[in-house]
Every structure is written in C-alpha cells, then in structure tokens.
C-alpha cells in the first residue's frame, strides 16, 4: 500500500511540474506576444547621461526608490535599450554634453537615437556645480550636416539663468531654422532648492514660454518643442502653442515625476483646449531606466484620453513634427 501511495505521489508530483512549466511557458510567450503587438512608440526626450552624472553610487529614483545598477556607462546604456525593445520605442532623441558620449548610443542602437546636444548648462561628474558653454557654431552646422546631430538641444538655458529671448541664444535659432533642425528647449521648473546648491543660476521665471515669443515672431519656420510642457506654466503653455501653431511640447519627466493627479489635470487642460495633436510622449530617462515603464503606464492608464489621442502622443505627433514621412 505504501509503495501505491509513493507511486501515486510521485505521478502527481510529475504532473504538477509538467502543468506548472506549461503554464510558465505560456505566460512568457504572452508576454512576446504582448511586447510585439505594442504599437511603436517614439520618445522625444531622453538622456545619453553618463551613469555616474548625479554621483557615485547613483542616487535612487525619487519615485519608485530603486537605485540604478548601472556602474558603467555602457551598462547605463544598455538598460535604455532594453527599454526600446520591451516597450517597442522606435525612435528616440537622446541628448548629452559631449558628441563622443553619443556615438555609442547610435551605433548600438541601429541609429534608432536622434542625437542632440544639450547646452549651455551642463553637469560634469565630479563638479559641485553646473557649467555654462556655448558650441562653436561652425563645428556644430558640420555635425548636423553630416547628420552625427539631428536635433538642437535640449537648450537649458534656464538652467544658466540665461531668458530663451538672450541675444546669445539668436545664432543657434537662426541656424536650427536655416538647417530645417528641431529645437528642443527647457520650459518647466528643477529639482527643489537646486537653486542653492549646483544650479546657482536657476530661476522659475525663466522657464516660462512666453519668452519665446519674441524668438517665434524673428523665425516662423522654426520647428520647437516645449519640454515638460511648460509645467507649471500651464496658461501661457496654451497661449504660446494657439497663437504659433508651429510649436510642439512633449509631456516628459510630468508623466513620472509628479503625482499623477496632479500630471492628469495638467493633460487634460491642454487636451480640452484642443492641443491634442502637438503633444508627444517623452520619458526624460536620465539615469533611471524604471522612469520609462512608469512613464508609458501613465498614458495607458488615462482613461479620458481615447485610444486615438494616446497614440497620437505615443507616435503620430511626434512622426508629423519629425516630418518622417519625408
């Protein structure tokens, strides 16, 4: 009798494995299933940031609290590229201080990675505090050329204390509209007391879009996106993208950072005064790769937009602003 037991036991222990492997199986072939029916995405403001830009160790992500584990650049790189695959991006414009942080990024990525060069304001590991430089405007019309750039910015002049309207700023305007090249500039806040510690130059007015009227009316052709939408400038955000029908803003770094109440009603305020169409998904993944997922579920999630709007954010917008069809 205690073998038939042992024996029954033992066939049921089989069985179980055999169900239970199956079962394994099939919920890793949903998810590639999953992950291939995704509809492409591109995002329009991400960060080819050396790994180590915000220290060593690298501090942990101020939402979901993990720590990058990263400790290369490479590494750091290969995480956002699992990211591409895991949620079908496309296409992304990756921006950082220096062209050879760049190349890496486009070749690894089968030049999925618009490059852009973000200044005057930059972090240098290892400084305590931000540093302003401006591009030599010849070496920087070579690289557009030669395509090794395909976006201007993220301009942070902000960040320098320096007004979008700065007289500094003109030249780069004029070539970016010269060259037909998207310009991407910073119009939204910093983190909190920054003023005080490493961004000494850092003021909030300085990131409100009404500053780029003057630069609109002198280059009507100019093709501009407002990162971070403007936050928290929501009603000068509408005025400047009503009256210039021409600029573009992405959503990057509210759908992640911020409560996500406090991101919907920004949204939805620009989507009822009928902007929808000029809204383009950005994850602003600086060194915390989890920043993507977070900031994906947050659309997917927004159940007052429809399937039409968020893939208008996630895809068709931002192909109609890089003219990709051409």
């Known amino acids: 009798m205690d073998n038939i037991l042992k024996t029954f036991l033992l066939i049921t222990l089989i069985v179980l494995l055999i169900v239970g492997c199956a079962k394994q199986e099939e919920q890793s072939t949903a998810q590639e299933i999953s992950n291939q029916a995704r509809l492409p995405i591109i995002d329009m403001h991400m960060h080819t940031f050396q790994w180590n830009r915000y220290g060593d160790p690298p501090p942990p992500n101020s939402v979901s609290g993990i720590v990058p584990a990263a400790r290369t650049n490479r590494e750091a790189m290969e995480a956002y590229l699992a990211d591409m695959e895991r949620y079908n991006i496309v296409l992304a414009v990756g921006t950082v201080e220096a062209l050879d942080l760049l190349k890496p990024w486009t070749a690894a990525s089968s030049n999925r990675i618009l490059g852009g060069l973000l200044f005057p304001e930059h972090i240098i590991p290892g400084k305590e505090a931000s540093v302003v430089e401006w591009p030599d405007l010849a070496s920087l019309r070579a690289e557009f050329k030669s395509e090794n750039l395909a976006v201007m910015g993220e301009i942070t002049a902000q960040y320098g204390g320096i007004a979008a309207k700065d007289p500094r700023l003109e030249p780069y305007f004029a070539l970016a509209e010269e060259l037909d090249i998207p310009v991407c500039i910073h119009c939204n806040l910093g983190p909190p007391a920054a003023p005080y510690g490493s961004e000494p130059g850092l003021r909030a007015a300085l990131g409100n879009p009404l500053l780029l009227e003057d630069v609109l009316v002198s280059h009507p052709s100019l093709r501009i996106y407002i990162a971070h939408s403007g936050y928290p400038f929501l009603a000068e955000t509408k005025a400047i993208m009503l009256l210039y029908p021409n600029v573009y803003a992405d959503i990057s770094v509210l759908n ?70 051409k």
Request: with cysteine.
């Open 256 to 325: 992640w950072v911020i409560p996500r109440e406090e991101f919907y009603d920004y949204l939805q305020s620009l989507m009822r005064c009928g902007l929808g169409k000029r809204l383009m998904y950005g994850s602003d993944q600086m060194i915390w790769p989890d920043a993507v997922g977070i900031s994906i579920e947050s659309i997917e999630s927004a159940d007052f937009l429809t399937e039409e709007q968020k893939r208008d954010i996630f895809y068709n917008n931002a192909a109609r602003f890089l003219w990709l069809e």
